[in-house]
């Protein structure tokens, strides 16, 4: 079963290196915050390519750090938005929205341990 953020793989996927990922988990949280009305505006495009990048820049950021909740509903948004798979756009958008702020909110909560 996905987690919201697996620290354990995170660390695993980054050699153990501490700092690193206390690195990228700031960086997730200051960088480049996501914009949902951002991604529903892209959505209502013709062309969906561009929301489907948006998606998979925050997806990849995710799976990085190991919100893998994140990266699974990222994944069927985009597969979706890419005409991949069959969907509904809006469900699959408010499940990614929910996951993200359930990542970002263990991803601060993890900042205040690490």
Do not use: W
């Amino acid at each position: 079963m996905a987690q919201v953020l697996n620290i354990h793989s995170a660390l695993d996927m980054l050699g153990g290196d501490k700092d690193l990922l206390k690195e990228l988990l700031t960086s997730f949280v200051t960088d480049k915050p996501f914009d949902r009305q951002k991604l529903i505006a892209l959505e209502q495009q013709q062309d969906t390519e561009e929301a489907a990048k948006y998606v998979h820049l925050f997806k990849g950021a995710g799976r990085q750090l190991g919100a893998e909740c994140l990266g699974e509903s990222g994944q069927a948004l985009e597969d979706v938005l890419r005409g991949k798979k069959p969907g509904v756009v809006p469900e699959l958008t408010r499940q990614f929205v929910s996951d993200y702020e359930l990542a970002l909110a263990a991803v601060k909560d993890a900042l205040e341990i690490l």
